[in-house]
């Protein structure tokens, strides 16, 4: 299984290249997600 940080990564490409949302939304999106990561290191989670 691939790393968190990775599949957000790929998650925001996708974003940018097939939904083409901004750069702000992006910027928003990542924040909320390095959140999420943030929050499932701190309980022990290393996948979804």
């Known amino acids: 299984m691939t790393d ?3 599949d957000v990564e790929r998650y ?3 974003l940018s ?3 083409q ?3 702000i939304t992006l910027l928003n999106y ?3 997600l390095e ?3 943030n ?3 701190e309980n022990g989670l290393q996948s979804w």
């Open 21 to 23: 949302l901004s750069p």
């Open 30 to 32: 990542q924040r909320q």
């Open 12 to 14: 925001l490409r996708y």
């Open 39 to 41: 929050f499932a290191s």
């Open 4 to 6: 968190l940080h990775t």
């Open 17 to 19: 290249v097939e939904r």
């Open 35 to 37: 959140a999420i990561i």
